[in-house]
């Protein structure tokens, strides 16, 4: 496994995300904002179904349904280019698959609950799974940062990094 | 006393430096400032692009209902954000990014100040499909742009350790 992490590390993309200047910082911004619109877009949904805003029929709401696939896309592709830039950092963490998974059955169960699948008080219940879901990849998000045990998988085979 | 040196004693005396340099003490801040920022985007954000028309049918006054879970977001973030400010302040004030997102954020209120003040009354009373007017459009367009630069800038602020000389007001 770590001479595959190793191998993608040292392709020339690999290498551009990490030293190339904008491209690290422009990443994340897009990850940031398309994480934030997804999570903002579910919180919304959850709301909705518990309640809040009940003038608002939730079938107006999926007007916004592009937004969802629209964030999908541009939060797998960033992320996809951040793990191009650092794989061992990520894959050799358990908090990134709980966030990988997490965020599949969230992104899923917030367009169930647009689509008015359930009734109350299933829906509020759901509503709350939904809720604590997003909350739960936000904050796996963020401790990703803290909790890698490995950098870079060349550092381990060659100090030197090369 | 420097602004710096004022944000580092009110860090210190607060126990909040303490607090946010324990072991889980940032990435625990950071994912509630993240959490606020969600709720205000998810809401704000839904309610501007009403406005600009791409959610035409959804009741604007029902949507508008959501905004004070933005507002709720918006006071978590401004006491994460606070904590974060006076724990590491040379990080900060120094730092073309953070002056960019507190403009941002400035101009974002001014924004707000006006569509309250002169639109909102209007907006409210429209029918479910009818367009909005465009000043309307103009302020949601806006609103949308600041806070979208502001959570930009946020994550930018990370890339910069700033000389002292950047900072303009200090």
């Given amino acids: 496994m770590l001479e595959w992490f190793v191998r993608i590390e040292l392709s020339t993309l690999s290498i551009g995300v990490r030293e190339v200047w904008w491209v690290f910082p422009s990443v994340l911004v897009i990850h940031s904002l398309s994480m934030a619109m997804m999570a903002g877009f579910g919180v919304v949904i959850s709301a909705r179904a518990m309640g809040f805003a009940s003038a608002m029929p939730m079938h107006t709401l999926q007007r916004f349904k592009p937004l969802l696939w629209a964030g999908l896309a541009a939060a797998t592709f960033s992320g996809l280019v951040l793990l191009l830039g650092y794989p061992a950092k990520a894959l050799t963490n358990p908090l990134f698959y709980i966030k990988l998974l997490v965020l599949i059955g969230t992104s899923w169960l917030s367009l169930q609950l647009l689509n008015n699948r359930w009734h109350a008080p299933t829906a509020t219940q759901l509503a709350l799974l939904c809720l604590s879901g997003w909350m739960v990849v936000i904050f796996a998000g963020r401790f990703l940062a803290y909790t890698h045990s490995v950098l870079l998988a060349s550092w381990l085979v060659s100090p030197a990094g090369a | ?137 103009v302020i949601a367009l806006i609103s949308l742009g600041c806070w979208c630069s502001v959570i930009a800038a946020g994550r930018l602020i990370t890339f910069y350790r700033p000389p002292e000389f950047w900072c303009f007001w200090c």
Avoid at chain 2, 21 to 47: K, M, R
Avoid at chain 2, 70 to 75: Q, R
Avoid at chain 2, 91 to 97: E, K, L, T
């Fill in chain 2, 1 to 137: 006393m420097s602004m710096v040196e004022t944000l580092t004693t009110i860090g210190h005396h607060s126990g909040i430096f303490v607090f946010m340099n324990t072991q889980w003490g940032w990435p625990l801040i950071e994912s509630l400032h993240f959490a606020g920022l969600t709720l205000l985007l998810g809401t704000v954000g839904l309610f501007d692009l009403r406005l600009l028309g791409l959610g035409k049918g959804i009741p604007i006054k029902a949507l508008h209902s959501l905004v004070p879970l933005g507002v709720a977001g918006f006071v978590l973030n401004s006491l994460t954000g606070f904590m974060f400010v006076v724990s590491d302040p040379g990080q900060y004030v120094y730092n073309p990014a953070f002056q960019t997102k507190m403009l941002a954020m400035i101009l974002a209120g001014i924004n707000m100040l006006v569509f309250y003040a002169v639109l909102a009354g209007r907006i409210r009373t429209l029918p479910d499909t009818m367009s909005v007017p465009m000043p309307a459009r």
